[in-house]
C-alpha cells in the first residue's frame, strides 16, 4: 500500500475513535509529534519533584510528611510510566533523559518557579496538579493507546494528589492571621503561572492543530484553560482569598470567568530558559544522574558477571 | 497485655524504649527521604522513597503509642517535633548524613539486618499493641533487608569503584554499629516483662547475618574498631542532628499556635 | 544511541490484581537483572498494593504478532462457529448440559 492510502485508513480509524497501538502504521509526524509531548509530559513529570521535594524534610507534621513524600513519589512513578510508554514508539528512555539533561528537550514552565512556605506545597497540590488533572483527564482519552492507558493510570493514583494539597490550603486558610497570609501570598504567586500551563492561545499555538485533528488532544489549550478558571475561581472565593487579577470578572451570557491577559513575555523568557529556577532544576537533575552513574555501572557489572557465571559458553550479555 | 495492666515502672521503661525505637524510625526515615527526587535512576528513587515511608510509618506508630503510655497528652507531632537533640534516643548509626549511595545502602543493610531482629522478637511481645506494631512492620524491614542485601552484592561485587566505595562505607559506619546492641536497666526491665525482645543477645546472629551477604559480596567485615560510638539512647548525639532537627521542626516551632 | 556501561535494559512488567486474576500488562522498569526488575516492579507497580503476584520479562525477549498478520492470523477463527456452544441445538428444558 502507498503513503496515501496508509495515512487515508489511518485517520479514518483515529476519526472513527479507535486507538492506535505501537506496531500499527502510523504518520512519522505523529510518531514525532508524539514522541515529542510524551517525553516532554515525562520530563515535567520528574523535574516536578524538585519544587516540591523541597518541603519534605520540611514539612510541620508526620502525616503532611508522609502524604508529601508519597506524592512527590508518585510524581517519579508518573514520569516513569509516560516514558514506558514512549518507548512503545521506538526511542530510549535514557536518550530522552539526556536530552533533558542537555537542556535540549523541554519541561512544564512551572516548575522553574521556586516554593518560598509551606502554603506553596498545598496551592500547588491545588494549583498545579488541579491543571494537570485537566490536562490528563483530556489525554486518557488519546487516540495513542499505550499514552492513553498511562494516563488512566496516573488519574486514578492522582485524585488525592489535588485533595492533600487543597486540604493544606484550607487549614491554613482557617488558620491563624500568619498563615492566611502565607497562603494569600501562594495564591498571589503561582495563580499566574499556573494559568500558562496551558500553553499559548489557540491561535500562537504551532502544534495544536495537528494534535487536534489525530486526537492526541480533544480540546484546545484555551478550551482547557477556561474550563480550569471556571472551576477554580469558585473554589478560590470559597476560601475567602483573592486572586491577583483586577480584571477578572463573571459573564453572564457564557457562564465563564473572564481573566486578565498573561503575561506572554514572562512566558516565553522562561520557555527559553530564564525563569527563576531553570539552572537550579537542570543542575539538580544532572547531579543525581551523574552522582548516580557508578551506581548503575555497578549494577550492570554485577549482572554481566552473574550471567558468565551461569552460562559460560554463551557470550551473549542480555544487560 | 494492655496499658492499664501496666504497672508506673514499666510505663516509665516502656515511654523510653518507645522513644528509641520511634526515634530511630523518625531519624532514618527522615534521611532517606532526603533522597528523593535526587536518586541515582528513576526507579531506585521510587524505591528508597518506600522505605522512607515506611520507617516514618513506624514512626509516627511508635511514638504515637509512646505517647498514650506517657500518658502526658503528648501526639506522636508533640514528640517529634518539640523535642530537642538532647531528648532524642536513636542510635547515631541513623542520624548521619546520608553520604553517597554506598554509605545510605550500607547504613541501610546494618540497619535493616538489626530491625529484622528486633521485630521478629517484637511480634510476641506480651504488650499487645505493640506486638501489633511490630506484627506490619516486620514484613517491612523484611523487605527493607532483602532490598539493601540485593544492593551490597551489587555494589560490592560489581565494579571497582563501587567496591571501594562500598567498603569505605562499612568501615565508617561500623564504629556506630554497637550502639544497637546495647543493654541497661530499661531494656532489662522489659526484657524481663516479656515486652521487649533480648536484641542484645542476638548478635551473634546479627554479625553472622551481615558476614554472610558481605562475604557473598566480596566485601571485607571491617576490623573491629577502638571505639565503639556511644551515647544515642541517652540523649548524647553527633552534632548532625541538631542540623537534621532544625530543619525538621522548624515549621512548628516558628508559628507555636498554628495547626498545619 | 550512545554506548555507555549504565545503561540498563527495559523489563516489561506484568501484575495480577488478585488471587485467580490473570496477571496484566502494566507497563515497564528498567533495570540490569531479574531481581533488580523484580524488585522495581514491586516498588513501581505495587506501591498501592492491590498486586498479589508480578512477572518481570526482558522486553527483548518478546515476540508480537504484526498488525499485517491481523488477517491470517484471526480472521480465519471468525467462520468457525462450531467453537462455540450457542452452535449446538438441545431441547428445550434439559438441564445441566
Partial sequence: ?319 | MTLDALDTATKTALFEYLLRLGDDALILGHRLSEWCGHGPYLEEDIALANIALDCLGHANALLGLAGEVEGAGQSADDLAFFRDAIEFRNVQLVELPRGDFAFTIARQFLFSAYAHLLYEGLRESTFEPLAGIAAKAYKEVSYHLRHSSEWMLRLGDGTDESHRRTQQALNDLWMYTGELFEADDVLHALVEAGIAPDVPAARSRWKDMVTTVLEAATLQLPPEPPYMASGGRTGFHTEHLGHLLAEMQFLPRAYPDATW | MTETNDRMVPWEVFVQPRAGAPHEHAGNVHAADAEMALQNARDVYARRGNVVSIWVVPAAAIHASRPEDTGPFFDPADDKPYRHPSFYKVPHGTRNI
Fill in chain 1, 1 to 319: 500500500m502507498d503513503e496515501t492510502t496508509l495515512l487515508k485508513a489511518f485517520e479514518a480509524r483515529v476519526a472513527a475513535g479507535e486507538k492506535i497501538e505501537p506496531r500499527d502504521w502510523m504518520p512519522e509526524r505523529y510518531r514525532r509529534q508524539l514522541v515529542r509531548m510524551m517525553s516532554q509530559h515525562a520530563h515535567s513529570e520528574i523535574v516536578g519533584m524538585l519544587p516540591e521535594g523541597n518541603w519534605i524534610t520540611r514539612a510541620p507534621n508526620l502525616r503532611r510528611k508522609m502524604a508529601l513524600l508519597a506524592k512527590v513519589q508518585d510524581e517519579a512513578g508518573h514520569g516513569l510510566y509516560i516514558y514506558s510508554a514512549t518507548e512503545t514508539l521506538g526511542v530510549d528512555r535514557n536518550d530522552l533523559i539526556q536530552e533533558l539533561l542537555d537542556g535540549k528537550a523541554k519541561y512544564s514552565n512551572i516548575f522553574n518557579y521556586p516554593t518560598l512556605t509551606w502554603a506553596d506545597i498545598g496551592v500547588i497540590g491545588w494549583f498545579v496538579d488541579g491543571a494537570a488533572i485537566v490536562n490528563q483527564t483530556m489525554l486518557a482519552k488519546a487516540s495513542y493507546g499505550p499514552y492513553a492507558r498511562a494516563m488512566i493510570r496516573i488519574c486514578k493514583e492522582e485524585n488525592f494528589h489535588k485533595k492533600q494539597g487543597y486540604e493544606i490550603c484550607v487549614t491554613l486558610a482557617k488558620g491563624t492571621p500568619a498563615q492566611r497570609q502565607m497562603l494569600q501570598d501562594a495564591v498571589n504567586r503561582w495563580w499566574w503561572p499556573t494559568l500558562m500551563m496551558f500553553g499559548p492561545h489557540d491561535t500562537e499555538s504551532a502544534n495544536s492543530d495537528e494534535l487536534l485533528r489525530w486526537k492526541v488532544k480533544q480540546k484546545t489549550n484555551d478550551e482547557l484553560r477556561q474550563h480550569f478558571v471556571n472551576i477554580t475561581v469558585p473554589q478560590v472565593h470559597a476560601l475567602g482569598l483573592t486572586l491577583p487579577d483586577p480584571d477578572l470578572r463573571y459573564d453572564e451570557e457564557t457562564g465563564n470567568w473572564i481573566t486578565g491577559e498573561i503575561d506572554w513575555d514572562e512566558f516565553w523568557r522562561v520557555v527559553r530558559g530564564h525563569g527563576p529556577c531553570n539552572r537550579e532544576r537542570l543542575r539538580a537533575r544532572r547531579a543525581a544522574h551523574e552522582e548516580g552513574t557508578w551506581v548503575r555501572e555497578a549494577a550492570r557489572a554485577y549482572a554481566a558477571k552473574q550471567q558468565r557465571k551461569t552460562r559460560p559458553s554463551n557470550g551473549v550479555e542480555v544487560a
